[in-house]
């Protein structure tokens, strides 16, 4: 099963359109397809209390953090969709991930080990999209930063991130421009294969 997170709040905005593009071709190539919108989730922050390491779940009263993160330990591939926001991932999105640090990486407390992946050799594809127009949608502060963030939780947990899509400023879903289109279209078809 692939699943897809798509944290962007607008249901037909850029990423949102791009997510939905990619997931009909994967459909399309016979790959099962979960979808999620992160925004519409009701999670908890997390507390910080540690008591979820070494590998059990939040303690925290079940939430959809703990549906999702089921849903990532059972995905065969990952497709995240993410909006730039200060160069970075949204909110909600970076909350589901804290929340999944038992999820997707095995960490002994207290211990001078380094965590171990939880998803070595699932395949994971990343997309952004900003209001920065081309080049500057590349740098750090921008679609770039947003791509750097989600990609250190993907390596940390295992991923093999296959693919990055960085749109630069594109005012609404029609006028994404062919190159990105295909682009997602691609990635689509080639998620059949994982």
Known sequence: MILILNSSPRKKGVTSTLLRIIADEARSAGAEVEWVDVN??????????LKCRPDKVCILPRD????????????SGLVVGAPTYWGNMPGPLKLLFDRNVPTLEHYELYTWRFPKPKHKGKKAAI?????????FNELPSQGRGTLRA?????????????????????????HIGERWLAKARKLGRGI???
Do not use: Y
Request: hydrophobic letters at 45%; one cysteine or more; glycine letters at 8%.
């Open 127 to 135: 997309v952004t999209a900003s209001l920065s127009p081309f080049p």
């Open 64 to 75: 959809d953090a703990h549906r999702i993160g089921e849903l990532l330990a059972g995905c």
């Open 192 to 194: 059949g294969s994982w």
């Open 40 to 49: 519409s989730l009701s999670i908890r922050p997390c507390i910080g209390c």
């Open 150 to 174: 989600v990609r250190i939780v993907l390596k940390a947990a295992g991923f093999d991130i296959r693919a990055q899509i960085n749109v630069p400023m594109t005012p609404d879903p029609a």
